[in-house]
């Protein structure tokens, strides 16, 4: 359950969704990506609806632990998703991000076969295969070894660079702190904190105290004191 | 366009590519030959055995594709959270619905096609020459893969696999004894079930008008009405189950 959301995403930052298991995180983005519809309050995206047609053509989303069509060969799904998208020029692209998330071998390969690591990153090449403005990201670090999770972060980065609005949710907080430019903390459906990564972390901790994990860990048990 | 297209191609992949599928088309395609050797013992002068079995196969065929897959067309969507990506393109919920209910409906439409040039041949072979009065049937037997697959769309859209597997069997079977319906409301003398009786009968699928196989086995004469009812009634019944399940579709929330 979710109570008195307040979040605002600046264009072209990297937002780091942190908090707990259970405590709202993929239920917020759930809301903003019109999966699911909020009791009352607001969502926009860059000014309209988030349920409109228009915003969605500027999301790219990649969902918690994804699933995706067994049968389908990488190259398949990627090329229905920019179709989906309204991408109709998609085959460079597909190549593109097939070759960029390491999967070029594997685009004919069915999904059925792809390990866990190979999932999280074709679901990342669907989240960004229409270019969108705004990509949003549940967890998109569970499930890779480091160098998957480098590769990620790379990607992420790379984005920035590019311009876009990159907000994702994790729970491994150190790969957390390398990226992102402010962060939000929910806990039991309540945003504690948001705001850039250094004042946090200089406002709440003791400066011997200088990760964000030990900063997170403290704020929760406050909060459950 | 392309949107709709895409659920379509993804439906016709996902769908051929179940194992299901294939002992289907092997099994109904062994049917339909075996029945060459059923044919000495049908009883009268013209081979009734090797028609009436290739129809009603290919029929059965269609139908168990329609309630094994197209129950689970939606819902496994949604259970398994494949849905979530697609959902989240700009994509309207009624293109869903279209693209996956013509993603199947083509699938089956190649797949009956075959069986029913399958069967032609086996009466060729039989016979030495071709029965093409029979291929009547085909397009009839799509109207009612149509009907059927609209209903278990519109129940898998709000409704577990299971549950719309068991509608589509209801259905099915409530659908072929229509008639027999509209025979009680026409003769029972309790106004109340009377009443009752008729509404049923014009709300529930009527799908022995799809059911030419006694005429065409029998080379009986079939009336251009009667198909271009047939036709229109297919139609509009299936516009308007697509109709239903988009309005549910668009009200469903993915938690």
Partial sequence: MLNDINLEIYQGEVFGFLGPNGAGKTTTIKIITGLLRPNSGKVSIFGMPYDSLK????????????????HLTGYEFLKIHALLGNCTDYKKKVYELLEKVGLKRAGN????????????????????????????????????????????????LEQKQKGKTIFFSSHIL???????????????????????????????????????????????????? | MHRVWAIVENTFKESLRQRILNLL??????????????????????????RDFGLVVSSIFGILVVIIIGSSLI??????????????????????????????????????????AIH????????????????????FSLLEV??????????????????????????????????????????????ALKYLAYIFYYILPNLENF??????????????????FSLCYGLIYTILLLYISTLIFERREFK
């Fill in chain 2, 25 to 50: 088309i092997i099994f109904s395609i062994l049917l339909i030959v075996v029945s060459i050797f059923l044919e000495p013992f049908a009883l009268g002068e013209s081979p009734k055995i090797l």
């Fill in chain 2, 211 to 228: 059911n030419l196989r006694i005429d065409l086995v029998y080379k009986l004469p079939i009336h251009t009405d009667q198909l271009l």
């Fill in chain 1, 55 to 70: 915003a969605k053509q500027l999301i790219g989303y990649l969902p918690e632990s994804p699933f995706f069509y067994d």
């Fill in chain 1, 174 to 225: 150190p790969d957390a702190e390398v990226i992102c430019d402010r962060i939000g903390i929910i806990i039991e459906g309540k945003i504690m904190k948001v705001g850039e990564l250094k004042q946090l972390l200089k406002k709440g901790i003791k400066t011997d105290e200088i990760s964000l994990e030990d900063w997170f860990v403290k704020q929760v048990k406050e909060k459950n004191a």
């Fill in chain 2, 146 to 191: 149509m009907v059927l697959l609209g209903i278990l769309l519109l129940f898998s859209s709000f409704s577990s696999t299971t549950m719309t597997s068991i509608m589509g069997i209801i259905f099915f079977i409530i659908g072929h004894g229509s008639p027999d319906l509209k025979l009680f409301a026409d003769q029972t003398k309790v106004v």
């Fill in chain 2, 120 to 139: 032609q041949v086996v009466i060729f072979v039989y016979e030495g020459s071709f029965d093409p009065y029979l291929l009547i049937a085909f397009p």
């Fill in chain 2, 75 to 116: 819902h496994k969507d949604i259970e398994k959270r494949t849905i979530y990506t697609v959902i989240t393109k700009p994509v309207k919920r009624g293109e869903i619905i279209v693209g996956k209910f013509l993603g199947l409906f083509f699938l089956i439409a190649v797949l009956e096609l075959g069986m029913t």
């Fill in chain 1, 109 to 156: 390969l069915q999904l059925r076969k792809y390990s866990r690591g190979m999932l999280q990153r074709i679901g990342i090449a669907q989240a960004l295969i229409t270019d969108p403005d705004l990509i949003i990201l549940d967890e998109p670090l569970t499930g890779l070894d480091p160098i998957g999770r480098k590769e990620i972060k790379d990607l992420i």
